[in-house]
């Protein structure tokens, strides 16, 4: 009886430890996410639903899962993989963006590489 009193005030005292080393900063990219960029105009959006949706600008779009995973060394960088493959990647960083389309400055950067290039744009939390 005392070793299971013992774990379970052990495990009280663990759980909300293990939660904090899990959570993430405010500067760590999360979804939902709002992403774009112009010249050609593209579009990224990252749901809470698990789906990223991309327009690449020349009339082709995808609907998939995406992996997003954090930086092992900052949590101002994160990397994304989508697409029906998983071929399509991404850099998202937490640095501000100038719009091109607009005159707002985002919160974040993206790189998305995709068919032999790269795309670059902003990105913004959904709200």
């Known amino acids: 009886m005392k070793l299971v ?3 379970a005030i052990l495990l009280l005292f663990v759980t909300p430890l293990a ?3 899990l959570a ?5 990219p999360a979804p939902p996410l709002t992403c774009g960029g112009d010249e050609p105009y593209w579009s990224l959006k990252l749901g809470a639903d698990g789906k990223a949706r991309f327009s690449d ?3 082709e779009a995808t609907i998939s899962p995406f992996i997003l995973q954090q930086s ?4 101002l960088i994160a990397g994304v993989t989508f ?3 998983a071929e399509i990647r991404a850099v998202i960083g937490h640095e501000a963006c100038s719009a091109t389309n607009g005159d707002d400055d985002r919160p974040m950067t993206i790189s998305v ?4 290039g790269l795309l670059s744009g902003c ?3 959904d709200s």
């Open 123 to 125: 990105c913004q939390p």
């Open 113 to 116: 590489w995709y068919k032999d």
């Open 5 to 7: 009193s013992a774990a």
């Open 72 to 75: 092992r060394n900052t949590t």
């Open 24 to 28: 993430r900063s405010p500067e760590t």
């Open 57 to 59: 600008g020349d009339g």
């Open 19 to 21: 939660e904090a080393a």
């Open 83 to 85: 697409g029906l493959k």
